[in-house]
């Protein structure tokens, strides 16, 4: 069954400007990751915020996270060309070190024109 | 290696035939899984194998699909009997109990894209 949500589905924007995806979850979570997918292939691990943290910055990225309202932003700043692809939430349910299986939204393909 | 290997990257085959597709995880990384990605979709959890346990099946869709793994190495996906629905990028990640449980994210490999014709 579907867990995350990526809003909206598709974004288009002018380089330079900022990027914001948000994603809704249904159930209750041990974190939540960000992961971008270019040209349909592999996916690149972005960023991973734990459900006791709230906010967390990697380089241009920024990542909220709001358990009460099962939701989380990815903020991409002074988008470039080269950030244009689809852009995934990813949920894990598990606990206490174990792994389990990561649960993916459908993704949110962005553009950002030159 | 330095990442996951997947192979082939393409495969095209008739409807029918069986394939296999093969993932190299990273030295090292005790769990295994492989997801589907059907065009424009979002990724479908199939399998995870995760050191000596048995494997988490749940998302197989069907008993055409089987996965094997050898110890912490090499996995193989099959899906028997082919049909056109299958036709999809099948993505193989691995993780680490470092990486996957807080400290980082998954490693995934570059996908196999299956195409039955």
Known sequence: ?114 | GAGVSQSPSNKVTEKGKDVELRCDPISGHTALYWYRQRLGQGLEFLIYFQGNSAPDKSGLPSDRFSAERTGESVSTLTIQRTQQEDSAVYLCASSSPRTGGGFGGYTFGSGTRLTVV
Not at chain 1, 105 to 111: A, C, I
Request: proline share 2%; aromatic share 6%.
């Open chain 1, 1 to 114: 069954s579907q867990q995350g949500e990526e809003d909206p589905q598709a974004l288009s924007i002018q380089e330079g400007e900022n990027a914001t995806m948000n994603c809704s979850y249904k159930t209750s979570i041990n974190n939540l990751q960000w992961y971008r997918q270019n040209s349909g292939r592999g996916l690149v691990h972005l960023i991973l915020i734990r459900s006791n943290e709230r906010e967390k910055h990697s380089g241009r990225l920024r990542v909220t996270l709001d358990t009460s309202k099962k939701s989380s932003s990815l903020l991409i700043t002074a988008s470039r060309a080269a950030d244009t692809a689809s852009y995934f939430c990813a949920t894990s349910l598990n606990y206490g070190g174990s792994q389990g299986n990561l649960i993916f939204g459908k993704g949110t393909k962005l553009s950002v024109k030159p």
